[in-house]
């Protein structure tokens, strides 16, 4: 059995659904946070669809990486 591969334009149309709600979501927040930083609230949106645990990895490499500059 073959596997059904969405189309091209059904990838492409859950990214702007994806992209349309995060900017949604996003707007949500600066209406309550005026002066927050959009960038900031942008990059945390994305960064809480992740789970604790791939955030925590991620940080720990991030911090493995500068601490060898270090040396």
């Known amino acids: 059995m073959s596997k059904k591969v969405p189309s091209p334009n059904a990838a492409s149309a859950k990214w702007i659904r994806w992209g349309k709600k995060l ?3 996003a707007a949500v927040v600066m209406a309550r946070h005026p002066d927050a930083d959009p960038e ?9 669809q992740s789970s604790p645990l791939e955030r925590l990895n991620r940080s720990l490499r991030r911090g493995q990486g500068f601490a060898a500059f270090r040396k």
């Open 23 to 25: 900017a949604a979501d």
């Open 40 to 48: 900031y609230v942008r990059v945390t949106l994305i960064s809480l």
